[in-house]
């Protein structure tokens, strides 16, 4: 593995398969034990650097470090010196200062985390960097595939909705493509992003035609605070076309499931009672499968490192 992790383009297939089964190592160790803690990462500091809101992303971190033992500094823009102007680069500083081993970013600038891993001596993980990717959700998601359906390669995955605007889609067109599935990406024209021809994917704008021929089929949030002006006619009409609803449900096969990396728009990518599928939706699955993704993460890019010592 590389020393940061800033793309899901940073893995080779070997590694993504890596992160996978230490994942599944990691539940099986947790599994048994009363005290849900390894000791791997005594000793080591992870700091949680959050200028955008989360929920899932960053306690899922901070779970993860913390079951694997790690000290963990929870830093968000709000109540930090980020909110009285201190730049990226001094808050870099500070975390090299407090012998940061490993940095988790999230932040609303494309490239944050790529300039933060040039002013930092620890791993920096990037959980989320404005349009531009999510690996930890890509892989995230990869495992949960895997767990489903037993393997990635030659699955077919329709990605429907907010391409434009979705890191989490464009983590996942590469690393599902890294890992041998066939991307389809699925939203109205205005949605898609200009660049791409450049990525692995065949492209659709009728999700009624592609759902009958996939085995996952993954839904995003319409970003609508990313969105200065109006991408479609209406929510109604967004819903009636790009909308998962239980009709929508029954084109799928029978063994397809349904994702989404939350936070969900009930009612606008995904009605109440898909996103609540006993069966065929992962939403909550995936939410927990998160942090052994993410302890697996840390723990290849962390423990690996030569100890300080005295
Ligand atoms: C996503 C994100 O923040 O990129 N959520 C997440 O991390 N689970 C997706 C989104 O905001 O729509």
């Known amino acids: 593995m590389k020393r940061h992790l800033l793309s899901a383009a940073d893995l080779s297939r070997d590694d993504a398969l890596a992160v996978l089964d230490t994942a599944e190592q990691m539940d099986r160790a947790l599994a048994g034990r009363e005290v849900k803690k390894l000791p791997t990462l005594r000793g080591r500091t992870v700091v949680n650097l959050f200028f955008e809101d989360s929920t899932r992303t960053r306690t899922s971190f901070e779970v993860a470090a913390k079951r694997l033992s790690a000290d963990v500094i929870n830093f968000s823009a709000r109540g930090s010196s980020v909110s009285k102007g201190e730049s990226l680069k001094d808050t870099a500083l500070t975390l090299e200062a407090l012998g940061a081993d490993g940095v988790v970013v999230r932040h609303w600038a494309s490239g944050a985390p790529h300039r933060l891993a040039g002013w930092v001596a620890g791993s920096v993980l990037n959980a989320g960097d404005g349009t531009h990717e999510h690996p930890t959700q890509a892989l995230l998601d990869a495992f949960t595939i895997?767990?489903?359906?037993?393997?990635?390669?030659?699955?077919?995955?329709?990605?429907?909705?907010?391409?434009?605007?979705s890191r989490v889609a464009r983590s996942n067109v590469l690393l599902l493509a890294t890992l041998g599935a066939e991307v389809t990406v699925v939203a109205p024209p205005t949605l898609l992003p200009v660049g791409l021809h450049g990525w692995p994917v065949a492209v659709s704008y009728e999700l009624d035609a592609v759902l009958p021929k996939v085995d996952v089929c993954m839904l995003l949030r319409v970003q609508a605070e990313r969105m200065s002006s109006s991408y479609f006619p209406s929510a109604r009409e967004y819903s009636r076309r790009y909308g998962l609803d239980t009709r929508r449900?029954?084109?799928?096969?029978?063994?397809?499931?349904?994702?989404?990396?939350?936070p969900m728009n009930r009612g606008m990518e995904i009605s109440a009672e898909v996103a609540d599928h006993p069966s065929r939706s992962t939403v909550v699955e995936q939410v927990a499968n998160g942090v052994s993704v993410r302890m697996a993460v840390l723990y290849l890019l962390l423990a690996g490192r030569a100890e300080g010592g005295l």
């Open 146 to 165: 895997r767990r489903r359906l037993g393997r990635i390669d030659g699955l077919r995955v329709a990605v429907v909705g907010d391409v434009l605007h």
């Open 249 to 262: 449900l029954g084109l799928l096969p029978e063994h397809a499931i349904v994702m989404h990396p939350g």
